[in-house]
């Protein structure tokens, strides 16, 4: 199975702040990869696909990049509805496999 | 509008079985996999199953197989998931979710559907 890493697990900032999410995977899935954001008591909410491409309806500030083992999530100027749980998923293979979750709290 | 609404959660005991149903609409329900995503109390999310829209091919994660059955119905519009031998450590939302056409990324939700398994 492909592991997924991501750092940090807890990212503390401030409305405005440039933020930074890294996903590893423990093997190459060129660019297989999502990633979902989720706030407490709703179902995930897929924002980007194929590393890079942007679902429709996700606002332009954010930004993913990386292929083979790494890859980011970039928040260009963080805003209060931004404030949840990030998660990164391959599907170069089966099983398909969920980083550990990256919590973006307010500073 | 792309709604899927999942039922059957609830307390089951050790050992027992809970069959889970979600109910999909506002697209061409066969045109796309669908999947199982659960996440336990606090904790993140794990793939369970998923299964292409004529229902030919399944996946599953190595921790159900065996125990867990993905279905579909087209004509009922419908996903399902068996769910046999249960032990605590299933205890979980479980989200029915949809894919996008040519990704196995999860486009669409539901709500989510509580299993608790304990004595």
């Known amino acids: 199975d492909i592991q997924m890493t991501q750092s940090p697990s807890t990212l503390s900032a401030s409305v405005g702040d440039r933020v930074t999410i890294t996903c590893r995977a423990s093997q190459s899935i060129s660019t297989w990869l999502a990633w979902y954001q989720q706030k407490p008591g709703k179902a995930p909410k897929l924002l980007l696909y194929?590393?890079?491409t942007l679902e429709g309806g996700v606002p332009t500030r954010f930004s993913g990049s990386g292929s083979g083992t790494e890859f980011t999530l970039t928040i260009s100027s963080l805003q209060p509805d931004d404030f949840a749980t990030y998660y990164c998923?391959?599907?170069?293979?089966?099983?398909?496999?969920f980083g550990g979750g990256t919590k973006v709290e307010i500073k | 509008e792309v709604q899927l609404v999942e039922s059957g959660g609830g307390l089951v005991q050790p050992g027992g079985s809970l069959r889970l149903s979600c109910a999909a609409s506002?697209?061409?329900?066969?045109?796309?996999?669908m999947n199982w995503v659960r996440q336990a109390p606090g904790k993140g999310l794990e793939w369970v199953a998923n299964i292409k829209g004529d229902g030919r091919t399944i996946f599953y994660v190595d921790s159900v197989k065996g125990r867990f059955i993905i279905s579909r119905d087209n004509a009922k519009n419908s996903l399902y998931l068996q769910m046999d031998s249960l032990r605590a450590d299933d205890t979980a939302v479980y989200y029915c979710a949809r894919d996008i056409e040519s990704h196995r990324v999860s486009e669409y939700w539901g709500q989510g559907t509580l299993v608790t398994v304990s004595s």
């Open positions: 194929k590393a890079s």
């Open positions: 998923q391959q599907y170069n293979s089966y099983p398909l496999t």
């Open positions: 506002g697209f061409t329900f066969s045109s796309y996999w």
